[in-house]
């Protein structure tokens, strides 16, 4: 019984997967090709759920300080999930029974992406926090690294299984298919929830202890001032920045330096996701436990600077092979850095906080991304209009600022050392810390 819950718990990771492998791949296409809708229109609706990223603090705080029934992580999981089903079928629904660029289909549209994400970073910053609760010491890395590689599962698996039933298309077959998926999610995600979360004394008076300070106390009291929290999500947002930048940009890369043709370039994403998921098993099963997740944080790091200097002289080479042989090798200084932040993320949390400041890892994460997306093709860009179109040089000054930003990080990453965060110091000598004038005198024993 006890592997069973174990097993359960994959239920909303691979749930997540399959969401974005429908949202991010099937929608996102059909709502550009078959119905016609401008790309424009679709990128706006997409960057919805990434602009309410800040809403993770707010809601992990929620999630820690509000419990519901008794209950701090299964119901917001449930909840979200609903969200995600609910909106997504929905938006399905829409696209199809209402004329496209209406006002009625706009407007309802708009609402639906804003419910998906705010269901989204809901049921995803719970789950991270569930995790926290229920896992500790050694058992975190390996739980936090295969929830992250069953997500992968679902989205390597939800894009193969969505392009088999999908073939033919039709709106009826993809209102079907969508309707079936949106109702397992949900149900996997309750499965896999349900009867998880522990039931403490230790974690009811957690609670409390988090009801103390309200929301804009614990960010004025716990957050900003604390050095180490500032300096965790500066080095987790440069390693995002640094890794994920290059996402919209390999494939072009590979076309356009290498003369790969798109059969080739297509099959990147596979070579890259293949070198992320092995890393992660190694990191989450052997690394991180006996090397530390700061030493195997700093190994992925400066493999994907080295990598991005090297993608630069397979250019130079025009060395397809060399390329791909670079891609995995970057999909494992990718996983390698994930499941490192993720573990040092969650080592980091408390128990009264962990909802909280797992919401700003996410946050840290998302805005990294979105930094990432929009500087690597603006600054691409940019080169080629001033270059005359040169690709080497677009790409290569890209690929040479992100290494740079990933050996910054690094530097960053040895003055690291969040158990001398002020929140870990006042918990361990059983200290509250208070809002405003009342910090120097709860933190005074500390100094």
């Known amino acids: 019984m006890g592997m069973l819950r174990y097993l359960r718990l994959a239920g909303f990771p691979v749930s997540l997967g399959l969401t974005s492998a429908l949202v991010g791949g099937t929608l996102n296409r059909v709502m550009i090709v078959e119905t016609g809708l401008p790309a424009s229109f679709v990128g706006m609706l997409f960057a919805i759920p990434l602009l309410m990223s800040p809403l993770r603090v707010w809601l992990g705080y929620m999630s820690d300080a509000h419990p519901l029934r008794g209950l701090r992580r299964e119901p917001y999981i449930v909840l979200g999930a609903a969200l ?13 029974h209402l004329p496209p660029l209406s006002l009625p289909m706009v407007a309802l549209t708009v609402l639906l992406f804003a419910a998906y994400g ?44 969505l392009g088999r039933l999908l073939d033919p298309f ?30 403490e004394a230790a974690l009811r008076e957690a609670s409390e202890k988090a009801r103390s300070l309200s929301f804009a106390d614990a960010i004025q009291t716990l957050i900003l001032p604390d050095p180490q929290v500032r300096r965790f999500f500066t080095v987790v947002m440069l390693v995002v920045i640094g890794t994920l930048t290059q996402d919209v940009l390999l494939e072009p890369y590979g076309a356009l330096a290498l003369g790969m043709s798109v059969g080739q370039t297509a099959r990147l994403i596979a070579f890259w996701g293949s070198g992320a998921v092995l890393a992660m098993m190694l990191a989450g099963m052997v690394l991180i436990r006996r090397l530390g997740y700061h030493r195997v944080l700093r190994i992925g790091v400066l493999t994907g600077a080295a990598v991005f200097f090297g993608l630069i002289l397979a250019g130079l080479l025009k060395s397809p092979i060399l390329f791909v042989i670079l891609v995995f090798a970057l999909g494992v ?17 408390t128990p009264a906080r962990a ?13 990294g991304q979105a930094i990432g997306s929009l500087m690597g093709g603006a600054v691409v860009d940019l080169m080629r209009a001033l270059t005359g179109g040169d690709i080497l040089a677009s790409y290569g000054i890209v690929f040479a600022a992100e290494a740079m930003l990933l050996l910054l990080a690094v530097r960053l990453a040895r003055g690291l050392n969040l158990r001398e965060s002020a929140i870990f110091r006042a918990e361990a000598h059983g200290l509250s810390l208070q809002p405003a004038s009342a910090t120097s005198d709860s933190l005074a024993p500390l100094a």
């Open 355 to 367: 909802g909280l400041l797992l919401g700003l890892w996410g946050l840290a994460h998302e805005l």
């Open 170 to 199: 039709s709106p009826e077959r993809m209102t079907l298919i969508v309707l079936t998926a949106m109702a397992i999610v949900f149900l996997a995600s309750t499965f896999g929830s349900l009867r998880q979360e522990p039931r």
């Open 118 to 161: 705010l269901g989204k970073n809901l049921a995803s910053n719970t789950f991270e926090a569930l995790l926290a609760d229920k896992f500790k010491g050694d058992q975190r890395p390996r739980a936090v690294t295969l929830s992250k590689i069953a997500m992968f599962g679902g989205i390597i698996g939800g894009s193969l299984l």
């Open 333 to 349: 200084s990718t996983g390698l850095s994930a499941a490192s932040m993720l573990t040092a993320a969650i080592e980091f949390t």
């Open 84 to 96: 995600i089903a609910g909106a997504v079928s929905a938006t399905t629904l829409a696209l199809f």
